[in-house]
């Protein structure tokens, strides 16, 4: 019996998905984020630039995004807020320059040998959305010889876009899930409505305004599959419309 509903099921969430994906997760969102670090890389000169991301317990910075250096090390570690330079960044929501890390006791010299590059110098300013920090961005062994105020104030600028980015995509990751929710009150499905009730569950319940907006999908979805695919359609249209403002 359970084969037989997963048989059904499976085929069922894999369209959804299919459909819903955009909405899940824009595919710019890394892509534009690996940019801003590429572009602040090569303004800067420097050897390196990185992303980190406060983690959704706000216990850790979680570095996103890398580029030079040693990027592929680096992508997916962790470190304490309130530790390190990015972890001080992150805590005390100031911007901070240190020509040389070796004389800072903030510096995670552990940290930084883990990763296989030990930077020299380090220019980092928090990501801050209306609401709170999100991240920290960081610029490593930038050119000696810049101006480090206006260094300073050309790096807030790329943490206002990447910030901008983030926000944008999990606003867009929000307005997902409550697709999810709209289809399991339009399935006709019980196996495949229970399937999406799961998924809702495991995530953040929407704001009012994406439940209003949850409840139209509904009202549409029951109406049938044409008008189901043809909101589908308008999402998608949105989401391309948006992006392309964002960028």
Known sequence: MADEVGTRVLPELARIASELGPALAPAAHKELLTSITVAARRLFHAEACSIALVSDDETELVFHVATGGAEEDIVGMRVPIGEGIAGWVALA??????????????????????????????????????????????????????????????????????????ENSRAFGELGKTLFQAAALASDDHGVRAALDQVAASTNGPTQELAELSAVFAELGRLGPAERTAATRLVRQFLDYVRGEST
């Open 93 to 166: 929501g100031q911007p901070l320059a240190i020509e040389d890390v070796s004389q800072d006791p903030r510096f995670a010299a552990d940290f930084a040998a883990s990763t296989g590059y030990v930077p020299r110098s380090i220019l980092a300013t928090p990501m801050e959305t209306e609401r709170q920090i999100i991240g920290v961005i960081e610029v490593l062994d930038r050119d000696p010889e810049a101006d480090g105020s206006a260094d300073m104030e050309l790096l807030a600028l790329f943490a206002n876009q990447a910030a901008l980015a983030i």
